[in-house]
């Protein structure tokens, strides 16, 4: 997931070789000592004060745009314009910061300062003045990239309502303002709230043995495990305790309740309220205005023909597993979501000769990392070093990527999980770059064990670094408007997604997938992981189809014609192959319902994207020559062209969703 959601607010404020030959492997250099980045250890007074610093200066310089009566160029007004939003950069930082600073006092500063230019992005695009200034620009002159780039300030300054009068405008803002703060409090409810199950260490049987010793028992004979990924997927994957998953299950889906149910539920209402005083029938509609799917009908035709290309390989993934219950429980009905991995684990190790736990010995962090490190410097001809900066914990770790000896941008890592810690797998743009200008920055936030890793979770490695390297790779253009990942949010997962695929190539594994013994993951064994790799794939499909309906139904009618819990529950039925738990809450620890809002089909409209794309590496995936031409015509182009002609640049051809649907089909 590319993160923070509230930063797009500020789309236009803070946004930030055809040979075959193999590309050579570059030659370490000593580590980064460049002094870059921000004081992530500010106390929060200090904090506090600099965002209220940097954002009165930014104030200031913005009525010096609005109120200036020279001719409208594009130096004169994006230039102004672009100096400002840069000297802003100066407080980006603060979404990545309440999202993983242990100090809570830090992190509340950090919401706070959220808030504030939030406030102030709100006021730009709601500032007649500045809408005339960059309505008059003439264009005669201008490349294709920045027509583009006016056009779509156009548009933001329309979806804000800046053509309507002044008192619609405030209200505007004001919505605005409570959004942004219901936001803050449904993310840090779902973030602090973290649930434990209590077990013996009898009902620990299956887990392999290091999760054991990670998880011994107290003086009363009691094991405290927890909602934390590294606690909680384990016990999923291999408890044989169905009962001790599915409390485990139910506490995890509970997170945030009830706390979160009335701020959902006022969040959509304001949501809903800001799109009808725009004169859009629905948030949904608001919210896809500008996007690649364009309109809620599209993506509901969309979701309606995904759906219809899974029912029923879904179905016999469901039978299989519903089969393979009955030989445990020869009552049972059916298969329910927290028995999935389970079974599909079982079934591996009975139909494929696959055993996850022996699998996972392949991964431990530390060789993961480096790993994919080398995969980005074997396809893309960089190299990346230690960067000597301060963090803002022990566990964080700073790098910096290089081409040519030369800096291309920057990041930080913050990889296993604390208190009080975003709880998921993020990436945030802390920094956008430009030709000639600024080096961009990225943070990323995981919750991975620090030994041992499940397969998956190198997938999700991949995914994140995947937004990274986009990232690094965009900050190519003159103006902050469209440099960086600044094209239509619908396809930013789709370079993400793609390079998924990467964790199930061999010659990729073999570099760094090794195990405690020096020994290499073997070719059988990942021809093996392969043969089960779409196994239960079109189940899960068909649940992710269920989270893209959820989110664009919450948002795609008056929020006075349901209830959240109901609404559930009748989706659950229509589109999830997995029943609904009782005793759970799902859309209260459901993030993507603030970040996404209705847009969570942006994962399956960017997965068929990606099988698209990887149609090109159909000879291999390690090929340099067409990772370069990925990177020069999708990823370093970043917001100078739709997104549909950065797909057709690179296929020859524009995206044809029938390749995803065959795909789909296939899975039968």
Known sequence: MNIHPLAIVLAGLLWVTTSGAETPKPTKMTMSTA????????????????????????????????????????????????AMSINLQAIQQVWYVSAVHPDLKIQAAAEECINQISDFSAAIE?????????????????SDPERLMVEKKLIAFRKAGVDQDQ?????????????????????????????????????????????????PANGKGIVSISTDYPDYFPVLKYGTNDDLRRQLFVAAKSIATPANSAILKTLIAK??????????????????????????????????????????????????LLTRLRQIDPKALQVEAWQV????????????ALDAREIRTYFPFDKVQ??????????????????????????????????????????????????????????WTLRTGLKDGQLPMSGMAMNFPEGLMEHRQVE??????????????SGTQRWLDISGMTMERDFVEAPSQMLEDWAWDYDTLREFAINDKGQPISEELVGRMNSARHFGEAAKTAGQLFYANLSLNYYNRDPDSFQLLPLLIELQAQYSPFPYAEGTHFYNNFGHLNGYSS?????????????????????????????????????????????????????????????YITYLDELN
């Open 341 to 352: 991995d389970y079974l599909s684990n079982l079934l591996q190790q009975e139909v494929f």
């Open 126 to 142: 709601l500032s007649p003045q500045f809408y005339q200034r960059v309505a008059s620009i003439d264009l005669q002159n201008a």
């Open 271 to 320: 949501r809903h309220e800001l799109a009808i005083l725009l004169n859009y029938d629905s948030y949904a509609a608001l919210a896809m205005d500008g996007l690649m799917a364009t309109s809620p009908q599209t993506v509901d035709t969309f979701l309606k023909e995904l759906g219809a290309a899974v029912k029923t390989p879904a179905a016999k993934d469901m039978e299989t």
């Open 370 to 427: 480096t790993g994919i490190f080398q995969l980005t410097e074997t396809m893309f001809g960089v190299e990346i070093v230690p960067w000597q900066t301060e963090t803002w914990h022990p566990g964080v770790t700073a790098w910096e990527i290089r081409e040519q000896g030369k800096p291309l941008g920057r990041f930080y890592l913050d990889m296993h999980p604390r208190e009080n810690k975003y709880r998921h797998a993020a990436h």
């Open 599 to 659: 847009n969570y089909y942006i994962y399956q409209w960017s997965q068929a994207i990606a099988v698209d794309l990887l149609s090109r590496f159909s000879d291999g995936l390690r090929n340099p020559a067409i990772a370069q031409a990925y990177r020069e015509k999708v990823l370093a182009p970043a917001g100078s062209k739709p997104a549909s002609e950065l797909v057709k640049d690179f296929l020859g051809r524009p995206f044809a969703l029938s390749t």
């Open 460 to 473: 999700t490695f991949l995914h994140e670094f995947g937004h990274l390297l986009h990232n690094m790779f």
């Open 167 to 215: 008192a619609v405008r405030d209200k505007v803002r004001a919505l605005m303002a409570e959004i942004t703060e219901l936001g803050n409090e449904f993310d840090k409810n779902i973030r602090t709230d973290k649930r434990t199950v209590d077990a013996t260490p009898d009902q620990l049987a299956g887990l392999p043995q290091d999760y054991l010793d990670a998880h």
């Open 35 to 82: 002094v870059d980045g921000w004081d992530f250890n500010l106390p929060a007074t200090k904090l506090t004060a600099l965002c209220d610093k940097t954002i009165a200066e930014a104030r200031i310089a913005f009525t010096a745009i609005e109120q200036d009566e020279a001719q409208a160029t594009l130096q004169r007004v994006y230039g102004a314009y672009d």
